[in-house]
């Protein structure tokens, strides 16, 4: 057994082991420890056959589903980099990734099969070669499909012997606000400190856990799916969050823990079976992303007993950074908690002294959790990291006397209205309050007298009803003047990110002109 050869080591220890159930399939597949290790055999010979070696890229463009599996742990066998591509790129942007990251691979869903299309017309101008692979239908011309491929590889086992700690097991693309997104470099050392950190969250060899985050997403590799892996568990995938589906199968499949999104258990309680469903076997939900608001904790405890823990984590050190207790998610709601046990974090100022309780400056990380920079980007990598060796995470935190933490705002998001910084969590916060509000989004859009105000974007819950002033007179009730919004406005649904995050940007790019 080699570095990286995760299957291979699971294999050994409980081959017999349910470890993947995939419900993108109909019916769908389940399949054991020793299934899923000769798959990633066959599949890292295949590609061992096409050229495919250590530090080379495979690129994948699809929804979840054992393929991505598939292609980690070939690669990781290998010591290729598995490079997961977001399905919500325009393919002017995937073009450009590829250019960048040059991948020898490329494995896509049939529902991207436009955009490859386009890919490959691009790629064919700039004369750069990129095998494809189609996952189901028919695929583009001259693309071959993924499971008669995998299945045409031999079974003999594949390890990379001179693979390190060091090198790197996959590219992980961070949002990329401007420019191309940034690729952080996730080392087999990383995954290793990463699951350490999981530890903490009381996963145990015997869970059965539901993935909804997308796959080329830190939270959707990361989080639970890989240690899980290492742990002996079991993971459920589907295609995509659906909100009744996941309550059925938390019930079907007698799952043990879940994670998501303030966004998706939102929207679990408005799914139609969110009355009937059982969801006893939960021993807890973490959620991530975002403050999780206390009237959907209260709900969560009061109607279906769940025990919520709430963490924090981002692509460049890991999804496993911060993690609160479910006994502290009233008492300290809105904290992120404390830091994992390989994390240290400090509260900095514009010069990077350490700040004391209740200071809000920004978040800064060390430890052995964080990822090798960004590929093929130096400067950045370099930008990313202080003389002392701290990560500059761009969030606006603060802690209080017991040592739990608070994300006040995203830099970026702050804003700035008569002189004073304002943020919008804290005024989402408010507005979770009030009983009408099922989701809401503030932004700061242009003011002439202020310089900037706050607008907040809200969604209602069905059956209710409440008005622009109502709202803003909940927000007086609770906030500072300046801090209060200037305008509210009803929409039927945010605009929410793959991995169900509510995209601000797209908000600001709407309401700002």
């Not at 450009?96 to 017309?121: A, C, H, L, R, W």
């Not at 206390?294 to 911060?322: C, D, S």
Request: proline share 5%; glycine share 8%; net charge negative.
């Amino acid at each position: 057994m080699y570095i990286g050869d995760y299957l291979g080591r699971r294999a050994i220890y409980s081959p017999d082991k349910l470890a993947i159930i995939d419900y993108g399939k109909n019916p769908e597949w389940r399949l054991t420890y020793r299934q899923m290790n000769e798959r990633a055999n066959k599949l890292a010979n295949y590609f061992k056959s096409i050229g495919v070696g250590k530090g080379d890229r495979v690129a994948i463009f699809a929804r979840d589903g054992i393929e991505h599996l598939d292609t980690f742990f070939a690669c990781a066998k290998l010591g290729a980099i598995h490079t997961a591509f977001n399905w919500r790129l325009h393919w002017r942007e995937a073009v450009g990734i590829i250019e960048n990251t040059m991948p020898k691979v490329m494995i896509y869903s049939d529902d991207f099969k436009p955009i490859i299309t386009e890919i490959q017309k691009q790629l064919q101008i700039t004369n750069c070669k990129l095998q494809t692979f189609h996952i189901e239908g028919d695929g583009i011309e001259g693309s071959k499909h993924f499971e008669t491929i995998l299945q045409s590889g031999a079974t003999t086992p594949v390890t990379c012997e001179s693979l390190e700690a060091e090198d790197i097991a996959a590219l992980i693309f961070t949002g990329g606000t401007t420019g191309l997104p940034k690729a952080a470099q996730v080392s087999h050392r990383m995954i290793a400190w990463n699951t350490l950190n999981t530890v903490i969250h009381d996963v145990t060899h015997n869970d059965t856990y539901l993935n909804v985050f997308p796959m080329f997403h830190t939270g959707g590799l990361f989080v639970y799916t890989l240690p899980q892996v290492i742990f002996g568990g079991t993971t459920i995938l589907i295609r995509a969050f659906d909100p009744a589906l996941v309550l059925s199968l938390i019930e079907k499949e007698k799952v043990t823990f879940f994670g998501g999104v303030p966004a998706m258990y939102q929207m679990m309680t408005q799914a139609a079976n969110w009355e009937q469903v059982n969801l006893s076997s939960l021993r807890f939900c973490t959620s991530g992303g975002a403050p999780l608001p206390v009237p959907l904790v209260e709900k969560y405890t009061k109607e279906k007993g769940i025990r919520f823990k709430q963490g924090f984590g981002m692509t460049e050190f890991g999804p496993g950074i911060f993690a609160l207790a479910p006994e502290d998610a009233i008492r300290k709601a809105g904290s992120i908690g404390r830091p994992n046990f390989f994390v240290d974090a400090r509260v900095v100022d514009e010069d990077n002294k350490p700040l004391g309780p209740n200071e809000i400056g920004e978040l800064v990380l060390k430890g052995p959790s964080y990822s090798s920079g960004y590929f093929n980007n130096p400067e950045a990598s370099q930008d990313a990291i202080d003389a002392e060796g701290w990560f500059h995470t761009g969030d606006l935190a603060k802690y209080d006397d017991e040592w739990y933490f608070f994300i006040v705002d995203r830099k970026k998001d702050m804003f700035l209205s008569g002189g004073e910084n304002v943020y919008p969590v804290e005024i989402e916060k408010a507005l979770y309050q009030h009983p009408a509000v099922h989701m809401c989004a503030v932004i700061g859009v242009p003011d002439a007298k202020w310089g900037e105000v706050g607008k907040a974007v809200v969604v209602l819950k069905p059956g209710t009803q409440a008005t622009e002033q109502e709202l803003l007179a909940h927000c007086r009730a609770n906030l500072a003047g300046y801090k209060v919004p200037k305008s509210v406005v009803f929409v039927d649904a945010l605009p929410i990110s793959a991995a169900g995050k509510v995209l601000k940007r797209e908000l600001k790019e709407k309401y700002s002109g």
